[in-house]
């Protein structure tokens, strides 16, 4: 099994909720959720609300140093600048907790980050700005937007992408060191499995098992501040693709003819996951459809989109899954090649290949340093889930036949070909793996908490005056 492989993981990018930043979780679920210390996630900004009366004392904040990690001082307008951001993105929810008590979960948040960052430096690891830039790219591909239009985002909500960026820049850092303190001492024992299967099967019948969705799409994009009259003819375009869909039109031709998705060389489709991984948007709008259903079209920032449920299904009922079948060249990074040139060592092979004048088998062989380069790169058939996001992100946007450019991630730069896709039932086997991972990933949470706490323990804090607003 190659070292790709990886749990189905939250540390996917997802959308920007409300506690996130100050949290580091996933969900708004209260002030317990400003305690946690849960693995970090890319996210995106959120629609910029409206302002809040919090908001503009927050700016006129004294400068002044309210702690020190490790001789690191964190200043109040640090503290300040993190709870403005909470504030403007959670709503009545943050503004219900008193202000002492929000200085007080904000600065023990950046202490905790500041103590892991600190070791993760000390441990060596490093975050190009190539990495940065696919992530800040996939953040927004993800959120069906632009970068230009994420940039925009952020400037309305007082942000700037600069500082974005350097969020990204950390919490790939993060990423980075729980991946190598933290995943390789998790182990999920064959028992184990056996009994989460078991409750799975026990859930089958209730409201309570979780549920996986797979959804497609044609997105009719909009600009931005795109004229009333623009709106409507990209809203009646978006009603004919849902008339004809309706009407029994194949739906992946569909959308690769008109989508404006980078999906669209799928069929659309945007792959198998738990529904909570789909924008609200759109499972809202699904939600009383059934498989092979057309819902739509609903309005986003992106523009109209079209939605097909392709499938439905819980853990361990035979659903069918869409598989691809891919192979990958891998080009390490390290003290003798930069990411900057393994992406143009890449590149250079991509144009090869795409050119005839070598073939993609023969240059995984030669050069990749992976496990699979004896057999020119193949990583078999593949379920949704079993790579790691930044690959299957690239992946999942190939067609059949496609190379794709140079991808960055946690363990180098790819570069990846789809030879096939089909839709089969998981097997046994499969199952089994499946429910693994989820365990793992669960026993992931809460050994990356236990690994913060004991990080934030060896931490020299040194607390000055109190974070004012």
Do not use: C
Not at 210 to 218: H, K, R, S, T, Y
Request: charged letters at 30%; proline letters at 5%.
């Amino acid at each position: 099994m190659s070292h790709l492989r990886t749990s189905p993981s939250p540390l996917r990018i997802t959308a920007l909720a409300a506690l996130a930043i100050l949290a580091g979780s996933a969900n708004a679920q209260g002030i317990t959720d400003f305690m946690r210390a849960r693995p970090p996630q890319l996210r995106a900004p959120s629609p910029t609300p409206a302002p809040t009366a919090v908001a503009p004392g927050t700016q006129r904040v004294a400068q002044y140093i309210v702690a020190l990690v490790n001789s690191e001082p964190i200043t109040n307008s640090e503290v300040q600048n993190r709870i403005e951001r909470v504030v403007r993105q959670g709503g009545a929810e943050v503004q219900r907790i008193p202000a002492a008590e929000l200085n007080r979960l904000a600065l023990e948040r950046i202490i905790t980050e500041k103590a892991q960052l600190q070791t993760a430096r000390e441990a060596g690891i490093k975050i190009d700005d190539l990495a940065v830039d696919q992530a800040v790219e996939n953040v927004a591909r993800q959120n069906q937007i632009s970068v230009a239009e994420m940039r925009r985002q952020l400037e309305a909500s007082g942000d700037s992408m600069e500082a974005f960026r350097q969020d990204v820049r950390s919490q790939l850092l993060l990423l980075r060191l729980r991946e190598r303190e933290v995943e390789p001492k998790v182990r999920v024992t064959d028992l184990e499995v056996d009994q989460y299967l078991q409750e799975q099967r026990d859930k089958a019948g209730g409201a309570a098992a979780p549920e996986e969705i797979n959804l497609a799409q044609v997105l009719v994009a909009l600009p931005e501040n795109a004229s009333a009259d623009r709106v409507a003819k990209a809203e009646q375009k978006a009603q004919d693709i849902a008339r004809r869909a309706r009407a029994g039109e194949d739906f992946g031709a569909l959308a690769r003819e008109f989508s404006d998705s980078p999906d669209k060389a799928n069929g659309g489709a945007m792959g198998l996951r738990a529904a909570d991984r789909y924008p609200a948007l759109f499972t809202n709008a699904v939600a009383a459809t059934q498989v092979g259903g057309v819902a739509g079209p609903v309005r986003s920032s992106a523009g109209f989109h079209v939605l097909k449920v392709v499938s439905k299904a819980k853990l361990g009922d035979g659903a069918t899954i869409t598989q691809t079948k891919v192979r990958h060249i891998l080009l390490r990074v390290d003290d003798k090649r930069s990411t900057a040139q393994a992406v143009a060592t890449l590149g250079d092979f991509k144009r090869r290949i795409e050119a005839g004048t070598a073939t993609f088998e023969g240059l995984a062989r030669d050069n990749s340093q992976d496990g699979s380069a004896r057999d020119g790169g193949e990583l078999g058939w593949s379920r949704p889930g079993l790579f790691v996001p930044e690959f299957e992100d690239a992946m999942n946007r190939l067609a059949k036949g496609q190379v794709s450019d140079p991808v960055v991630s946690r363990f180098g730069v790819h570069l990846i070909q789809v030879e096939d896709r089909r839709e089969a039932k998981l097997s046994q086997a499969e199952q089994r793996d499946a429910a693994r991972a989820a365990l793992r990933e669960k026993r992931l949470e809460e050994a990356y908490e236990t690994w913060s706490q004991e990080v934030r323990a060896r931490a020299y804090v040194e607390y000055r005056q109190p974070p004012q607003s």
